[in-house]
C-alpha cells in the first residue's frame, strides 16, 4: 500500500517527521511521569494512612492523625496547598443550565496543562511559508491526534492501569476520557482542515478522493468522533442512557476500523494499543462476570445455599420512589464505598446499571451467607420497571448478575474526624461508611466522632437511611466513638414551627450552642422499613437499645456550620465525604477550601487538614 499523502510520503523532510514522532514519543512519556509521580504521592498516603493506624494501638499517642515530624509537616502542608487549589467549583444555578457546570478548580488546571502540552505540540516549528506549509500543519496534527487515540481508550477502561496505581476508580477517570475526546476532536479537524485546505487551493479535491480512498476512511472517522463528541453532551445523553450507552460502544468500534483503514504503517502501533486496551478491558470485565456468578459446585452453606448460575434478587418497593434490592449469598469482600453492576435480564435483557453497595458488612438475619443491599431510585427505564415489578410481585425472586466490585474509596480509619454528607439516595454511599467505621474499636481506628447529614424532599425517603444510621450510632458510641445525626428535610415541614438552628441555611453561622440544643430534636420511628428478608445492614437487635436523638431541620442545612463545629475542635485531620448532585457537591466543595484557607491549614496555625471525597450524581 502507497503510505503517501497527495503524492506527499509520511517521511519527507519537508514535513518534520522526526520532530513528529518525537512528539508522539514524548506525549507518552510524559503521561508515564504524570502517572508515576501520582503513584509515588499515593504511596506515601498510603504508608501515613498506615502507621496512623498503627499509633491507635499505642497508648501514648494522643492524635496519631496530626504530623509530629518536620518531613510530615511539610507533606501536610503542601497536600492542604494541593487541595485548597484544587477544591473551588462555580455553580450554574439556572435549572435548565446545571449540567452546563464546569469542573472544579482542579481539574480545569489540570485540563489547562494537558491543552498547553498539546498546543506546544501542534505548533512548535511548525509554521514556516514555504511550499510545504499545508501539508507539514496537518502532518504535525495527524500525529498530535494518533498518539493520544491509546489514552482515549485508555481512560475508559473499568480494569484502569491508571486507576490502579494512583488510587482511583474508574468512574473518577471518566470526566478525563471525555474531555481528551473533545481535544482529540480540535486537533484531528486540524488536520483534516489543514490537507483539505490545500486540496481546495489546488482544485484537487475531487481528484484526491479518487486516487487515495485513505482520505474518505479519514473523513469517516472524523464524523463519528464528531457524533460521539456531540451526543456525548449530559443532555443528550440522558434523554435515552441505554441506546446511548449501546450506539457508544459501537461507535467505539467503528471508529478503530476507519482509523485502521486510514492512518499509515508506521503509525498504527498507536492503533494496535487502543485495541490492546479495549480487548483487555472487555476480558477482564467477563471473566469477572463469569467468576462472580457461575458455581460449578453446589455450595453447602447451612441454609439454601447459592444458585449455579447469577444470584437471587429480592425486589421490595418503599413507595413509588424507592427499591430495595437485596442480593443473596455474593462471596466477595468489598469496602464501604464500593460498587457493582447489577444485570437483571428479565426486567432489562441488555442493561447492567451501577449501584453503590447499600451496607457495609453481610446483613444479619438473611438466609444466605453472604448478602448486599442495593437502593434504586424511581426515574425511567430500568428503575421504573425494577420498582413496577416489585409492587406486583413482592414475594418473588429474580437471577441477577453483578460485576464487581469497583471503586477505590480512602481509608476512612486514618482520620480523626468524618463529616459525611448524603444528598437523597447519596445517604447510600455515605450510611455504610458510618456502619464501618462504628463496628470497630479505638485500637483499629483513628475515627473519634462521624457527622452524619442526610439531605431529602420527605421523610419516606429518609427511613430506610436513619433506621440503620441510629444502630450504628448506637454500636458507636459503645466503641467510644461520638456521634451527631442530621435529618434536613427540603420538602414540607413536618411541624407548624420554624426550627431556629445554625445548621439551617442562610442563618448566622454565629448561633450559640444552646440555640442548636434547643433545635427540635426527636427520634426518627425505627421500624418504618425493614430489608427484604427481615434483617438491616446491621445487627437487628441493636434497635431495641436506647434510641439516637436524631435532629431533623426543615430547610436545607448550612453546610458551612456542619463542617466547621466538627473541624474547629479537630486534634487532627478531618475528612469531608459528599455524596449528591451538583448543588451540594459545588458547596461542600466551596465550604472546604475557604474554611481551609481562612484557617491556614498546617501553616502554622495549628490547625489541621480537611480531606475532601466527593462522589456526584452523573451518568
Known sequence: MDMSMGGMSMDHPGMGSDINYAFSRDYWYLIAGVVGLLAVIRAVNAYGAHIRISSCRDPATQHPTRPDGFLSQTWATATAVVREMSHPQLYVPIKTLRWATPPSLGRILTLLCYWAMIVYFMSWRVVRHDATYWERIGFRNAWVSVCQLPMLYLLAMKYNPIGFLIGSSHERLNW????????????????????????????????????????????????????????????????????????????????????????????????????????????????????????????????EGRSRIGHRVVARAVGDTTTVLTIKDVHFKWSAGQH?????????????????????????????????????????????????????????????????????????????????????????????????????????????????????????????????AKDAAQMAQTNGIDIHLHLALTGASSSGGKPSSGLLQNQSRDSSESDVVDEKARAVNTDAINTADGGSCSDSDSSSGAAHVVREYSARPDIEALIREPVEEAWGETAVVVCGGKEIVARTRNCVAALSDERAVHKGTGAQGIYLHVEEYTF
Open 176 to 303: 478525563l476520557h471525555r474531555w481528551v475526546a473533545r481535544t482529540m476532536f480540535v486537533t484531528v479537524t486540524c488536520h483534516g482542515f489543514h490537507f483539505w485546505t490545500e486540496w481546495v487551493r489546488a482544485d484537487f479535491v475531487q481528484y484526491e478522493l479518487e486516487i487515495m480512498p485513505m482520505v474518505k476512511y479519514g473523513l469517516g472517522a472524523w464524523a463519528v468522533l464528531l457524533w460521539s463528541v456531540v451526543v456525548g453532551f449530559v443532555p443528550i445523553r440522558r434523554m435515552a442512557y441505554e441506546l446511548w450507552l449501546l450506539q457508544h460502544i459501537a461507535s467505539a468500534v467503528v471508529m478503530l476500523w476507519l482509523i485502521y483503514k486510514h492512518i499509515p504503517a508506521n503509525a498504527r502501533h498507536f492503533l494496535w494499543m487502543a485495541i490492546a486496551f479495549l480487548a483487555f478491558d472487555r476480558a477482564a470485565r467477563w471473566i469477572n462476570l463469569l467468576w462472580q456468578n457461575i458455581q460449578l459446585k453446589r455450595s453447602k452453606s447451612a441454609c
Open 340 to 468: 457493582i453492576y447489577l444485570w437483571i435480564p428479565r426486567i432489562g435483557p441488555l442493561e447492567a446499571h451501577p449501584y453503590t453497595i447499600a451496607c457495609a458488612h453481610k446483613l444479619e438475619g438473611t438466609c444466605c451467607c453472604n448478602s448486599i443491599q442495593l437502593i434504586v431510585r424511581t426515574h425511567g427505564g430500568f428503575s421504573k420497571r425494577i420498582n413496577k415489578y416489585a409492587v406486583e410481585n413482592p414475594d418473588a425472586e429474580l437471577t441477577g448478575l453483578v460485576s464487581g466490585p469497583y471503586g477505590a474509596p480512602a481509608n476512612w480509619d486514618s482520620f480523626e474526624r468524618l463529616v459525611l454528607v448524603g444528598a437523597s439516595t447519596g445517604a447510600s454511599f455515605v450510611v455504610p461508611i458510618l456502619e464501618a467505621v462504628a463496628a470497630k474499636t479505638q485500637q483499629n481506628t483513628c475515627v473519634r466522632r462521624i457527622d452524619l447529614a442526610i439531605v431529602a424532599k420527605t421523610a419516606a425517603e429518609t427511613q430506610y437511611y436513619i433506621s440503620r
